[in-house]
């Protein structure tokens, strides 16, 4: 049962992957066109045709394309490739007549050995980093590092888990839920806990909604402006996902830790770990962690599944409205400390820093760990340099603010911001306090008559009534991190 | 003893005024010249030179202006009136040496009639409001509403009294403190409490600095883009005072109530009220009020003294971190609803809404009510239109963020936000999530070589890294409230 030991999520697109050789088998027997993988790619475009592949069979769907119900750029996604990894996302096309109607399509088939993945066996230490679904946008291989497009970004209100942004620091561990160990140390003169995970299912179940985001999100907008080092991210360092485990506060006085009035940390450390064994770490206030009403969890299940092993399989951290970078996955032990965590993601990483400091003048030490984040909003619908229709525009995003900071309002403009639109907001609502979660939203609003284009911007606000800059260049930081000024769109009007 | 029913703030004015027929009698019985407290009033410019009067006795200061040790700027503050207000904030000048220099510019003495103020009788209901501070700038009498000028307001890292900035929304309550009682309603089949203040005394005294800020600070930037409804506040309706006083927790402890899992409301209300007996209110949320980290004052002392009238003598809420207009004073009753309270300014009142609402299309229901306010900042010193010395400036100023966020950076510009410094923060060490007050910062920049002009900015970044908006247009609002944009000034340099 080797699927055991990854993620039912994962297996959803393992059990597509080996249950292709199965069909061909029952396939019709007449002569059909035998086509590559390799060929299939190539043919990704209108100008070089668009296929795409079910099972054994390739279909050539390039006049289907605007007729997809979903819209033409969702299944431009799958354009060159397998169609399975999406319909696994959305149920909808699981019925006879979708079936029916993309057999029409039909050109060929697969070539017997393209039927099934190739392995590789080199001596990457990331060789066994888990198959990734082909919708990832990849900024980096080795780390993973992968965001959705925004086109399914904001699809659903969670995220499903093969489309939940990635971003890993180092190889994934492959680690047996059996042997599996979490090390919680004690107070001094206390007693330290090894749990198992059969040990972590005794405390208190405890599931929330929780979007995550990494502090890079829509780095690439501060890189327009002025180089910045790390990952290109867009606007999909963001996800949103159902979140079950024990609350850190039951596992931190199980271990007999208390609240004290002197400032303490709680650090936690990674299963995951370079070549020289330095694992990857983190650390948020102990306040924090022992306050019940914070949430913080040590979870095991994403979205009623076992966690994915990209995502941190078989337990991580989860803190609500903060930055990602806290959230430690393959957690292998967590202890409290009167300093925050050494890590070099604590310490050297994750700070923001005015636009005038650069690497010759940066002092880490100058600007505090980012914990929560500040309110954020971005606009996945219409997409940059696309053509809209004249008449009406749908505009479609999501917006969040970090410290459980609900989002009360999203600005939208059609004219750069001279004049704004309220968006409708939707979305599950949020307890006080714990709006742990984003909100979507949209807009239908009239184009202006004679208008040939659109300079489309939204802001959003929070209950402390924060809101976002109006531009990039005065929040611009040498690490490119917390990128949150106005998300801009600028599209053509169709005549 | 008429001033025990005062606060001891007022007293310290107060004594100053009664005490001035006294000193005259001991003055000088050569003949002097004789002025009339009007004829020293028009003389408070250059032009007019400049008189101040201490005691009964009037002097010409024109040539001593720019010679006062503490700045040009503060000394003429007290041009055409009475030195004594000021004096009495800034201990230095009770010195010998400092009345032989005033001495040696005394041009005469006041007429007899002049030297105690004239009272008035009206059936103005604002008849027995408190005697003010000269120094305050008035943006209404009536209620009244005044702020403290820029110069004064960061010269002390906790306000005075006498200059803490005033928002009355009604006349000013005399209230006699043997007979104030503090009604706080029961839980449902629970007992009311009905405290003296003897009774509240009894309940453990804490003690904070908080910053108060009205969300009408920095109104008057907003109304320059386009008119708004509300008084015209420059950048002091911010003041910070040390609070002392009993947990609003521990009270509503006490009178049986407890922190429900459903929504519920703190309300109160204030014994200031119209001529139809409308009493101020206002509301905060359950759980702040029953939270002790949240810190939630019933407050009877603010810096040490009772509180002043014109603060909500003998009992006003502090809650910090948020908008002044939940901190309600001359508390009258305190009672647990499901619901916020209905008082127009919880509810019709104290709301941000998008640029484009108006007052035909606003709806109240629609936003939530201010609590919680955003990150802020404002140059206090130099002034807008001031003339700088070229070689190096001094850029002084205050920042602050709601919610016990802590501001963490201040950066500042001199050429409008293109290039940036990073100011020194000043001012209290905070503890982590109890950010109450505010930080006072300084920066010494060089004046770049042949500029005329310098276009100063300022935006503060708090501990969740919000940041202020870049300009005002974006977050204009009918009512002009949450002015956050960056603070901007504009001075030329001398040649």
Redesign the interface.
Known sequence: MVWVRISKSDSLLFMFLFALPLRCLQATQESPHVYTREEVRSHSSPETRIWVTLGCEVFDVTEFVDLHPGGPSKLMLAAGGPLEPFWALYAVHNQPHVREMLAQYKIGELSPEDKVPSTLKTSDPYIDDPVRHPALKVNSQRPFNAEPPPELLTENYITPNPIFFTRNHLPVPNLDPETYRLHVVGPPGGQSLCLSLDDLYKFPKHEITVTLQCAGNRRSEMTQFKEVRGLEWNIGAISTARWAGARLCDVLAKAGHQLCET?AHVCFEGLDSDPTGTAYGASI?L?RAMDP?AEVLLAYEMNGQPLPRDHGFPVRVVVPGVVGARHVKWLGKVSVEPEESYSHWQRRDYK?F????DWDTVDFDS??S??????QSAITEPKDGETVQSGEVTIKGYAWS??G?AV??V?VSLDG?L????AELDGEEQR??KAWAWRLWQLQAPVPAGRKELNIVC?A?D?????????VA??WNLRGV?SNAWHRVHVHVAP
């Open positions: 400032e206030p306040a009403e923001g005015s636009p005038s400091v600007a505090p980012i914990q929560e984040l500040p309110v970090g410290g900071r009360v309002r600005d911001g004049t704004w639109h309220v006080p306090r802001k606000v209950d402390s009534y924060n809101v976002q800059p109006d531009t005065p929040i917390l």
